[in-house]
């Protein structure tokens, strides 16, 4: 017979003999521990043309009533590839673009951008005359203000894409 994937639904410590290579006692009972939840491989063994357990590895005896048969399904795709990402933003580096799905990443971009922006405004506003006296307090609140601004706008064209996304689908 195969060897077919079986989960185990319970703990089993499964008995099996082994030589010791000592002349007085030449075999020794040894216990192979299979915890709840651990996929094994093994072969289905039948009594009087019934399933009556399941053997691993050669050695360990398994009972029926401790496993399930564990039935995988081959995922067809017809997608080769060369189409476009739904839902992906692709953000232009060094002239090669790279999609970025994850949301944290995108929102963590927007806030260093947005603070070196903030930042760099505090500073351009000082050399302007614009603000009266040179204080570092202000800087750390442009670059604040600006990482907060900045994520917050990435938030909101998301959530305006989505938006009209579901109006176009309706």
Same mark, same amino acid.
């Given at each position: 017979?195969?060897?077919?994937?079986?989960?185990?639904?319970?703990?089993?410590?499964?008995?099996?003999?082994?030589?010791?290579?000592?002349?007085?006692?030449?075999?020794?009972?040894?216990?192979?521990?299979?915890?709840?939840?651990?996929?094994?491989?093994?072969?289905?063994?039948?009594?009087?043309?019934?399933?009556?357990?399941?053997?691993?590895?050669?050695?360990?005896?398994?009972?029926?009533?401790?496993? !399930?048969?564990?039935?995988?399904? /081959?995922?067809? %795709?017809?997608?080769?590839?060369? +189409?476009? =990402?739904?839902? $992906?933003?692709?953000?232009?580096?060094?002239?090669?673009?790279?999609?970025?799905?994850?949301?944290?990443?995108?929102?963590?971009?927007?806030?260093?951008?947005?603070?070196?922006?903030?930042?760099?405004?505090?500073?351009?506003?000082? !050399?302007?005359?614009?603000?009266? /006296?040179?204080? %570092?307090?202000?800087?750390?609140? +442009?670059? =604040?203000?600006? $990482?907060?601004?900045?994520?917050?706008?990435?938030?909101?064209?998301?959530?305006?894409?989505?938006?009209?996304?579901?109006?176009?689908?309706?």
């Amino acid at each position: 017979m195969a060897l077919k994937s079986y989960i185990l639904t319970n703990d089993w410590k499964a008995p099996y003999v082994t030589a010791t290579g000592h002349p007085k006692n030449p075999q020794a009972i040894r216990f192979k521990q299979f915890k709840k939840g651990t996929i094994i491989k093994a072969e289905l063994k039948h009594a009087n043309n019934k399933p009556a357990f399941l053997l691993v590895s050669g050695v360990c005896v398994v009972p029926l009533n401790v496993v !399930k048969e564990l039935v995988t399904k /081959e995922i067809i %795709s017809n997608v080769d590839g060369q +189409g476009s =990402i739904k839902n $992906a933003v692709v953000e232009k580096v060094g002239g090669s673009s790279k999609a970025n799905t994850n949301p944290k990443v995108r929102y963590i971009d927007s806030a260093i951008i947005g603070a070196i922006v903030g930042f760099g405004g505090v500073i351009l506003a000082e !050399k302007q005359g614009w603000l009266t /006296e040179v204080n %570092s307090k202000y800087r750390l609140y +442009g670059a =604040i203000g600006g $990482a907060l601004l900045l994520t917050y706008v990435v938030y909101r064209s998301k959530t305006y894409k989505r938006n009209l996304e579901l109006k176009k689908q309706e």
